[in-house]
T-cell receptor, first 113, second 113 residues
Framework: GESVGLHLPTLSVQEGDNSIINCAYS??????FIWYKQESGKGPQFIID?????DKRQGQRVTVLLNKTVKHLSLQIAATQPGDSAVYFC????????????FGQGTELSVKP | EAGVVQSPRYKIIEKKQPVAFWCNPI?????LYWYLQNLGQGPELLIR????????DSQLPKDRFSAERLKGVDSTLKIQPAELGDSAVYLC???????????FGQGTRLTVV
């Protein structure tokens, strides 16, 4: 959904555990979704994407799940490492608005060694 | 291959002064975005270009903000005059087209005093 509020949701996990970051999107016409990782002082970095004709896509240590029925997206990170600590954003591509890319609020992931 | 390059990285100006940001997208990328990111929030779209044409500038405060993308490559974003509330990180991103992942630059952190 749209970015709102000043306080990021936070997720704290132990190193080696799996992490699941959730995102609710707003527009049922969105057909393309992207997860970004943003470290302090840097721009968002592309992690993985998924199109609406899929419900799951896997990358290296990451999996994205898409549930169009409830407009929900999740990012799963396997064997979370300290280097995974960052803010994670989901973004939806509004195809019915000419491909406008809208970001969600973001979740801050903290990995404890 | 170089990623999206932005300059300057940091800028401090007094209110009512003008400021300009520059972006060099990834070679061959037709779509260019300018986003604004406030602390603790996701990026918010200001303007999107397809080649040299601004196809979505609905979120750009046109009374003080302007942008251009001459020849469909580099882009500049200008604020004149700057206000205290303009303090934020200004991100530039590019993608092959509007249906593929966008890659971000490091951003320009603007502080208006």
């Amino acid at each position: 959904g749209e970015s709102v509020g000043l306080h990021l949701p936070t997720l704290s996990v132990q190193e080696g555990d799996n992490s699941i970051i959730n995102c609710a999107y707003s527009n049922s016409a969105s057909d393309y979704f992207i997860w970004y990782k943003q470290e302090s002082g840097k721009g968002p970095q592309f992690i993985i994407d998924i199109r609406s004709n899929m419900d799951k896509r896997q990358g290296q240590r990451v999996t994205v799940l898409l549930n169009k029925t409830v407009k929900h997206l999740s990012l799963q990170i396997a064997a979370t490492q300290p280097g995974d600590s960052a803010v994670y954003f989901c973004a939806e591509n509004l195809h019915n608005q000419g491909g406008k890319l809208i970001f969600g609020q973001g979740t801050e992931l903290s990995v404890k060694p | 291959e170089a990623g999206v390059v932005q300059s300057p990285r940091y800028k401090i100006i007094e209110k009512k002064q003008p400021v300009a940001f520059w972006c060099n997208p990834i070679s061959g990328h037709n779509t260019l975005y300018w986003y604004l990111q406030n602390l603790g929030q996701g990026p918010e779209l200001l303007i999107r270009y397809e080649n040299e044409e601004a196809v979505d500038d609905s979120q750009l405060p046109k009374d003080r903000f302007s942008a251009e993308r001459l020849k469909g490559v580099d882009s500049t974003l200008k604020i004149q005059p700057a206000e205290l509330g303009d303090s934020a990180v200004y991100l530039c991103a590019s993608s092959l087209d509007m249906n593929t992942e966008a890659f971000f630059g490091q951003g320009t952190r603007l502080t208006v005093v």
